[in-house]
DNA sequence: CGCTACCTTGACGGATGTCAAGGTGGGTGG
DNA sequence: CCACCCACCTTGACATCCGTCAAGGTAGCG
């Protein structure tokens, strides 16, 4: 396993404090893999995993009874995803781009866990992170417009990867229009149109098919339906800054 | 505190092996609650809650900004909810009958548990199994029709509260259709006129406000767009059997 | 027995899915 | 470096499902 994709993993996930020992045993049951984009991340079907994304961008989709994908979240480096055992639910990992990952069998990554209650804790934390953002994604499918859904995801997605830009924030999205909709429950003609309307107001602006710039972040707040707080753009800010971003499991927009 | 509710809180959250010391601490920092239908569970606000639902049932809901609610889980006895801090996400719970809670300070509980490192376990076991819940949910309310999401949220009540009754299975559904409705992303009449044409169809049957009867499960699951899983019936007489119910933390539905 | 909250039914309109027909970006190979 | 090609995106016309508004009906409780 590469020293960098492991030391990543240890800063992110091991709090400072956890001995040599567990380090090292959570090193040997971690498999590390290299995925090249559109392929799957395999996974050993003998159980839960835990896997730890070092570089790249993931989907975590469902396939639906009629082939079609859902996409339950997309994930970005430094996030912790959590995979059920591939029974029926046929949960699966796609890449988005070439990533490196770290795949745990959770069951013994939980047993070695035990030894150091703090990392168990901070799966935990992570869990209910987790948690909170799958329910606010439940919130956004089932209550909101498709105006509201796509810049609420715009708003999400410059959270965790937006990138300060003047007076805007410019995204480079990995993922396509019709994962977009896969993943807000829209179709891929209703995101492009909604994209077309929120360029035509000059809400944001594009270039080639991956960048999107958001303007006005107060506006598309409102349009998200939030109640204005128009903080994003400090919260970015403060996070690149630190270096700390919340990170998940499974469950990031 | 009762000794009935927190014997049961030992039963299902702690496991056999848990050191007396451990129960008594917790004990402690319970607190126990009787709460009448339609009522709020009040919670502390000085940071995340776990509550243990000993008796009754109850919705957990989020006020939407132009007041109405969305309804995130319902939850029935045995669960243990995860309501995180009242700051700005105003979620909070409501009893549907008549119920009993014990709530702990999710940080003072989880520093306890580090000294059982099986506890936090089980609380991370529960917390994922309500993660897959919610992304079931998610799936459901982003891709689902009407009928779809209605004979699925039957079906998953039958999995959680059913009892049979000759070749059906009975259900005495706390909530209102409006309460339905609000956790699936419906209206109160897409709620009546979808068991107005399943009644039609003779796969349910009502009687007062609050009992349905489920017939042909089989057929409900097609119509929930399951995958030919018929083994619904199966895994209630297992559950009701075994008294082991799987239990969650805050994503029942 | 009557009141009230809750449920049911109907008519209608609008948002979004579906079907169809181009247009365009970006990577590949010459 | 350019041209080509394919996947991806955009736009339009139309259909449909569900939300909205409105008007009763009914269960369950006092």
Request: hydrophobic share 40%; aromatic share 4%; charged share 25%.
């Amino acid at each position: 396993m590469p020293k960098e994709s492991f030391d990543r993993f240890r800063r992110q996930i091991l709090a400072r404090c956890v001995s040599a020992q567990v380090s090292e045993r959570l090193s040997e049951i971690g498999q590390f893999q290299q995925t090249r984009r559109a392929e799957r991340i395999v996974l050993s079907a003998t159980g839960d995993q835990l896997v730890f994304l070092a570089e790249g961008a993931t989907k975590l989709i469902v396939r639906m009874p009629d082939a079609s994908e859902h996409v339950l979240a997309f994930h970005f480096p430094g996030d912790m995803i959590y995979v059920p055992q591939p029974e029926q639910g046929a949960i699966s990992m796609l890449a988005l781009a070439d990533c490196r990952t770290i795949a745990f069998p959770a069951n013994s990554f939980l047993e070695i866990a035990e030894a150091e209650p703090s990392v168990l804790r901070t799966i935990l934390a992570r869990t209910l992170l987790a948690l909170q953002r799958c329910r606010n994604k439940a919130i956004r499918l089932g209550r909101k417009s498709a105006q509201e859904r796509i810049t609420d995801f715009l708003l999400a997605m410059a959270d965790r990867i937006g990138v300060p830009d003047g007076n805007s924030i410019r995204l480079n999205l990995p993922m396509s229009r019709r994962d977009i909709g896969n993943s807000l429950g829209l179709t891929i003609e209703t995101v492009s149109r909604q994209f077309t309307e929120l360029r035509n107001e000059h809400l944001i602006s594009t270039a080639g098919r991956s960048i999107v710039r958001l303007h006005h972040l107060d506006e598309l707040a409102t349009r998200a339906g939030h109640v204005s707080r128009s903080n994003t753009q400090a919260k970015i800010c403060a996070e690149s800054k630190s270096g700390l971003r919340p990170g998940a499991i499974a469950a990031a927009d």
